[in-house]
């Protein structure tokens, strides 16, 4: 069993995603997870080191397997969180893992992106991130996201050209991984120093899409994918399922962003479940009037290009 992350979680809890979902109105309804169609989903961002899932990993992936869920990546929100997940996804075959701190984690600790960039460099580590800006609340500050957000970026492109490697350093050690971003009512500050960072803009992955048209576009003029979580099912989220409606279906993936925002029907249950990943999926495919075996092939394919899962 993993040590559990410490308060940084509490403030995770209060200032993430859920905090746009509680907003959101509640509907309740009964469905499986999952329907019998065959599924090759991805659930591309999950927090297995939650204390929600400490207990119960086998479990968790167990029910993720049972519904088609056919992987999962384990998310970092701080250089312990990625030494953990890196942990996690070692133990299990089909779970990989993220380094990078997250914003709200931006003022928790003296960050070692030494570590980060260790974790980095492991097979099952896949991904850079959560990273990114949150301008939702007043702290951490604004200037302590910034120096972490721009440290972070230096340490992406410092490890693309393998430069400050040290001796001998060359292509083996480049790291070139795509980056998982966290950006809430920042599009308009964030995009622009994504864009100056040298970072390819098709590198980056917006998780947990909850803004509207506007932004979405943003996004897609960079370049980068986008990931939906549960949010989308929301009565409420007809501004997302809006934005949703402009993404091209070769720069979409899902995700659940478990423990927090499970999708409707499932949305009274916590924890939110990996294995969610394929309501969420199915909803989309429906959303978007795509054949499921046509959707759930086309996410399969872009969900492994973009992180280089097998």
């Known amino acids: 069993m993993q040590a559990a992350p410490g308060a940084g979680v509490v403030r995770m809890f209060r200032w993430g995603c859920l905090a746009y979902g509680a907003a959101l109105e509640v509907s309740r309804g009964a469905q499986l997870v999952g329907t019998g ?3 090759r989903v991805i659930d591309t ?12 990993l086998e479990a968790t992936i167990g029910l993720a397997e049972q519904a088609g869920v056919d992987g999962l990546i384990t998310i970092a929100t701080t250089h312990p969180d990625a030494a953990r997940a890196l942990a996690v996804a070692r133990r299990f075959a089909r779970v990989w893992s993220s380094a990078g701190v997250h914003p709200l984690y931006a003022d928790e600790l003296e960050h070692d992106f030494a570590t980060l960039r260790a974790c980095a460099r492991e097979d099952k580590c ?9 301008n939702h609340h007043a702290e951490p500050s604004k200037a302590v996201q910034l120096k972490v957000l721009h440290a972070q970026l230096e340490l992406i492109a410092d490890a693309r050209s393998a430069a400050g490697a040290g001796a001998g350093s060359g292509a083996a050690d480049r790291i070139d991984k795509p980056v998982i971003i966290h950006c809430r ?16 803009g098709e590198r980056f992955v917006f998780h947990c899409f909850t803004a509207g048209p506007a932004q979405m576009r943003l996004v897609l003029e960079l370049g ?12 409420n989220a007809g501004e997302v399922r809006a ?7 070769d720069r979409l993936m899902v995700e659940t962003d478990a423990p927090f925002l499970p999708p409707e029907p499932r949305r009274s249950e916590r924890p939110c479940q990996p294995a969610f990943a394929r309501i969420t999926a199915e909803f989309i495919a429906k959303h978007r009037g795509v054949a499921w075996e046509a959707f759930d092939a086309q996410l399969s394919a872009n969900t492994r290009r973009f992180f280089g899962v097998a």
């Open 224 to 235: 980068a994918m986008l990931s939906f979580t549960g949010v989308v099912t929301y009565k």
């Open 45 to 56: 961002h999950c927090h297995l080191t939650f204390p929600e899932f400490a207990d119960r």
């Open 185 to 200: 009512e920042a599009f308009e500050e964030l995009v622009p120093i994504l864009r100056a960072s040298g970072i390819p």
């Open 243 to 249: 934005a949703l409606e402009l993404v091209p279906l």
């Open 37 to 39: 169609l065959r599924s």
């Open 126 to 134: 896949v991904a850079w991130g959560e990273l990114g800006l949150d």
